[in-house]
Nanobody
Framework: QVHLVESGGGWVQAGDSLRLSCTKG??????VGWFRQASGKEREFVAA????????NYGDSVKDRFTISRDNGKDTVHLQMNNLKPEDTAVYYC????????????????WGQGTQVSVSS
């Protein structure tokens, strides 16, 4: 099974920005979501974007700081993360489905391996 590939994670200080990317061949035909899981915690919905980019949803903890976007010509989805906080530290996963930009992880069929984001105070 072909997985999604995430990139762009790293170690930053509070207030900094990072941009994560998610790629896969033919990703333009999928809805894409981002989830994160901090050590010892449950997986949390971050953001999702519809196939054509017209609809996007965000988790309450990242609204007004994170922006999801997509470039269908490059089969890539980005997650721009601004004003990062220590509580944003987690492994970030992208996922894809043909359902729509839902917050429910169980409705996503394809997942990436994850990229670590660490934010120091």
């Amino acid at each position: 099974q072909v997985h999604l590939v995430e990139s762009g994670g790293g170690w930053v200080q509070a207030g900094d920005s990072l941009r994560l990317s998610c790629t896969k061949g033919a990703l333009s035909s999928y809805t894409v979501g981002w989830f994160r899981q901090a050590s010892g915690k449950e997986r949390e919905f971050v953001a999702a974007i519809g196939q054509y980019g017209a609809h996007a949803n965000y988790g309450d903890s990242v609204k007004d700081r994170f922006t999801i976007s997509r470039d269908n010509g490059k089969d890539t989805v980005h997650l721009q993360m601004n004003n990062l906080k220590p509580e944003d530290t987690a492994v970030y996963y992208c996922a894809a489905n043909h359902v729509g930009p839902t917050q429910h992880a169980s409705l996503y069929d394809i997942w990436g391996q994850g990229t670590q984001v660490s934010v120091s105070s």
